[in-house]
């Protein structure tokens, strides 16, 4: 009996430890990928808010009779949902779904998903929201190309009055231990009455490059939130295997501290019988 329990524990113990190898592999990969998306990251976030300055110094001298600012009659809320490709990333496209749960409330039936990303396909399939187009097969460190197929697309409902709003919900990267679910408002923009633009002369006028300047600023916000998810994703799914490396050792730890107590046992039950059998021949 003692000889079949130490085969199974045996085996159990051979098939954490594989396992083991492979959450390890894929976290190293995780992390290299991480590394990787964070070069793209950190020049996003650069360029972005640079990129801003301008851009609010534009809205902030012309925004009456663009449709961007006074916006259409479309009750319509598009969300742009960035989700990753694959699983075993913990809690990651849970929260982001949830949190489009959250901020859609009752309004299921006027809310439009363009969803990025396979997990998430599968989660808004399940739900039974209106989907506008589903991008799937991003690549780990996102592109201008993939940015503006997104762009196009939600530019385009907007413009036709399909939508009034459109919004992007993503998973904002803060550092390799912290991210945050982050919904941001893409359209109508919003004219700040507190702004100046004393120290700014455009030319040829404000006029031919607001529109313009609003499509550049919503295509750098959509490709900040893709590098942000990116890199967000490979963290999330590096401590998800980090933490299921510490649980398969764990697990080895417990079955060869069991195993070693079973060996124990049945060699002092093969020492006893022995010296019984020694003893019941005096």
């Not at 991210?179 to 109508?188: A, G, R, Y």
């Not at 550049?216 to 490979?234: D, G, M, V």
């Amino acid at each position: 009996m003692a000889g079949a329990g130490l085969i199974t524990i045996r085996r159990r113990m051979k098939s954490v430890t594989n396992t083991l190898k492979i959450t390890k592999a894929m976290g190293l990969v995780a992390t290299s990928k991480l590394r990787k998306v964070r070069v793209s990251l950190n020049s996003a976030e650069i360029f972005s808010k640079r990129y801003a300055s301008i851009f609010e110094a534009v809205r902030n001298a012309y925004a009456e009779s663009s449709v961007f600012v006074t916006g259409n009659k479309s009750s319509k809320k598009l969300y742009i949902v960035i989700t990753s490709e694959s699983g075993l990333c913990g809690g990651y496209n849970a929260s982001v779904v949830n949190k489009v749960s959250e901020i859609t409330g009752n309004d299921k039936a006027d809310s439009l998903i363009l969803v990025v990303g396979q997990k998430g396909r599968g989660y808004f399939n399940r739900l039974k929201y209106e989907t506008a187009a589903e991008y799937v097969e991003v690549s780990d460190v996102p592109s201008l190309k993939e940015t503006n197929e997104i762009f196009s697309k939600a530019i385009s409902l907007y413009l036709n009055g399909e939508v009034g709003e459109v919004n992007i919900v993503f998973t904002k990267f803060i550092s390799s231990v912290k991210q945050v679910i982050t919904v941001d408002k893409l359209l109508p923009i919003e004219k700040n009455e507190k702004g100046t633009v004393e120290d700014f002369v455009f030319e040829p006028s404000i006029e031919s490059i607001f529109d313009y300047a609003v499509k550049e600023n919503i295509k750098n916000k959509i490709y900040y939130a893709l590098t942000s998810a990116k890199a967000s994703e490979h963290s999330s799914r590096m401590t998800a295997m980090d933490n299921a490396s510490e649980n398969a050792n764990d697990i080895l730890d417990k079955l060869a501290l069991k195993y070693n107590r079973i060996r124990q046992f049945s060699i002092t039950q093969e020492i006893t019988e022995i010296v019984g059998g020694a003893e019941a021949q005096r």
